[in-house]
């Protein structure tokens, strides 16, 4: 059961599945729709039995005798798109205490139906792994293609690896997404009304969320913006990067900046139907932003681990995009779309040195240019280079 080869682009948490099955009798592995889940599971496990509980005959099949089924093929077994059949949940949970070389890798594009029934049945008993859209590193030569081109078409893998026209890939997952998530999350009684929300959630991509105004732009109430917000995040819409606070409280508290998993549905929510429309975009330099934060997002979440990283705003609007930390200190990141450097780029990161101190150890200037300088102090670093960080 090997997946086709000739356009498989090798992914990074590999190795990271790898090492946990070592210690796991079970491998969850969640992440976006399309991002390539699927695949991974298969090329990382050549040899298990591969069941797609997304095909309502297999769920059939299994029903009739779901503890007989897991028995049979506990020996190594990828159950594909598993919160579609919670029940088995509590099955594993036994099968893998009683045998010890019982072995399961699920997926799930789900992240609240999964975690919610790993909590109940499987918390100790799985790792946990997030499979996101291609990063920079692993799309390797391709990454070298022009900026526009990499934000434009993101990063999920049918896009570069059968080379389906972006537009395709993007508009029928929207739709798919829309007409099936949504409506099996929460019940919409106006679907047009979270169109608009998401389309303007769009439009505000590396700002800080403000769920009063979208109440008014949008006509529902603040409580419902929040749990549309949280929707988008479980079903890997969007993500939230939190204010950096030293009371860590209030990290909590105040507005995080929201971001989008893939630019290119960035880019499709806000009607750029090419590269040349991007260039000129007036969000350009926020999509850009987005295509830097998530390869600090993917950075983590392919070796295991959750993010670190922060952006940096006081009453004086005084901004710093991303703030990482390393141990307990800090490294803070300038983002720039500009193909050339200009000293106001500086300006935040020796503000911010004089706030921290001896507790910022790094500051780096991230641009569209071609230059690297490798300077712990105001250096300048291609956005390409993000995924060595």
Avoid at 31 to 53: A, H, I
Wanted: aromatic share 10%.
């Amino acid at each position: 059961m090997i997946t086709d080869k000739k356009n498989y682009i090798k992914r990074d948490i590999s190795k990271e599945i790898l090492r946990l099955s070592q210690h796991f009798q079970i491998i969850t592995i969640t992440g976006p729709r399309q991002s390539g889940k699927t695949t991974v599971s298969k090329q990382s496990f050549p040899d298990y039995k591969y069941f797609n509980l997304e095909d309502i005959s297999i769920r059939e099949i299994i029903s009739l005798d779901p503890k007989k089924f897991l028995r049979k093929n506990s020996k190594g077994v990828i159950l594909d798109e598993v919160q579609r059949m919670p029940d088995l949940f509590s099955y594993i949970q036994v099968i893998v205490d009683e045998e010890k070389d019982a072995r399961f890798i699920l997926t799930g594009s789900s992240n609240f139906s999964l975690l919610q029934n790993i909590t109940q049945s499987l918390a100790g008993r799985t790792a946990l792994l997030t499979l996101l859209p291609l990063s920079l590193q692993e799309l390797k030569e391709k990454s070298k293609s022009k900026t526009n081109t990499l934000m434009f078409n993101g990063g999920y893998p049918a896009i570069w690896a059968k080379n389906i026209p972006t537009s395709d890939i993007i508009r029928n997952y929207f739709n798919t997404y829309v007409e099936r998530d949504i409506r099996q999350l929460i019940k919409v009684k106006n679907i047009t009304r979270f169109n608009t929300f998401i389309k303007l959630c769009a439009g505000r991509v590396g700002n800080e969320f403000n769920a009063s105004a979208l109440s008014n732009e949008t006509g529902v109430s603040n409580l419902t913006i929040q749990d549309w917000l949280s929707i988008l995040e479980t079903s890997y819409i969007i993500f939230r990067i939190p204010p950096f606070y030293k009371n860590i409280g209030k990290r909590l508290i105040k507005a995080p900046k929201i971001y989008f998993y893939d630019t290119a549905l960035v880019c499709y929510l806000l009607g750029i139907e090419n590269e040349e429309q991007l260039a000129t975009h007036p969000l350009r330099g926020n999509i850009f932003e987005n295509l830097v934060a998530l390869e600090f997002l993917k950075s983590r979440t392919n070796k295991g681990k959750e993010p670190n990283f922060y952006f940096y705003r006081d009453k004086s609007q005084h901004e710093v995009d991303i703030l990482t930390l390393k141990g307990n200190k800090f490294m803070a990141y300038e983002i720039k779309s500009a193909t050339t450097f200009h000293k106001s780029f500086i300006v935040n990161l020796q503000y911010l040195k004089k706030i921290l101190k001896d507790d910022l150890i790094s500051t780096q200037i991230i641009y569209d240019g071609d230059i690297n300088i490798d300077n712990p102090e105001n250096g300048l670093l291609n956005f390409r280079k993000v995924c060595e960080i």
